[in-house]
């Protein structure tokens, strides 16, 4: 049976800890996500304000909760609304449309969240976590899929020693980056490196033998 805290939705529950007699390496405890993250504080642009600080050469990176990936501006631009940290994003007014951004910002209309303690949870793993389980955490309302807060909050992750996961973070990070280094005329090669990409992604997040 599920504790009472787990989402239907999940599987059956994780045990808290692996056997002592596991490798260091190999030991993971499961958590919820509202334990190892913390809404942040940061001020927010409105859409049309964001849009508006555009520039076509730019140190600071745009957030919008659309799907827009590629915003820049700059520091005298930002004015204000500039903000610095690591950060990940879901859009609240659509499916995720997650972003991770880790330096200078400007935020529209997300979720912003970081992690509480970056000694036992790397950003970046927490960001291919959650990618992976987005869309698990909204649910249908008449007009747009909201973040249902105490599934986010509730939700299992499984959090292995520092090390292992910025070896699973080096993993998934080099399908990231060969994908986003294809060009639009290779959609098909393109395809295939983002499904590789979900399929690594699953396995090392569930933990399998690959």
């Known amino acids: 049976s599920q504790p009472a805290s787990q989402p239907a939705s999940q599987p059956a529950s994780q045990p808290a800890s692996q056997p002592a007699s596991q490798p260091a390496s190999q030991r993971k405890r499961w958590v919820c996500l509202g334990e190892i993250i913390a809404k942040s504080p940061f001020k927010q642009a409105g859409a049309s304000e964001l849009e508006a600080l555009r520039v ?6 745009l957030l919008p909760s659309s799907r827009n ?14 903000c610095e940290g690591e950060v990940i994003t879901l859009g609240r007014a659509r499916y995720a449309n997650l972003k991770y951004h880790k330096g200078k910002f400007v935020s529209s209309n997300n979720h912003i969240i970081t992690p509480k303690d970056r000694s036992c949870v790397s950003g970046r793993y927490l960001f291919h976590f959650i990618q992976q389980n987005a869309k698990k955490f909204y649910i249908d309302t008449s007009t747009y899929p909201k973040l249902d807060t105490d599934t986010f909050n509730n939700f299992l992750i499984p959090l292995p020693v520092l090390a292992r ?5 080096d993993v998934l990070d ?5 994908t ?3 060009t639009a005329s290779l959609t098909a090669e393109k395809e295939l490196r983002q499904k590789q990409y979900e399929y690594y992604r699953d396995r090392l997040l569930s933990f399998e033998q690959l």
Do not use: M, P
């Open 180 to 182: 986003a280094s294809l």
């Open 174 to 178: 080099k399908f990231v980056n060969l």
């Open 69 to 82: 990936e590629d915003w820049w501006t700059d520091e005298q631009t930002a004015g204000d609304w500039l």
């Open 56 to 61: 076509e050469k730019g140190d600071v990176r």
């Open 165 to 169: 996961q910025q070896e699973i973070v």
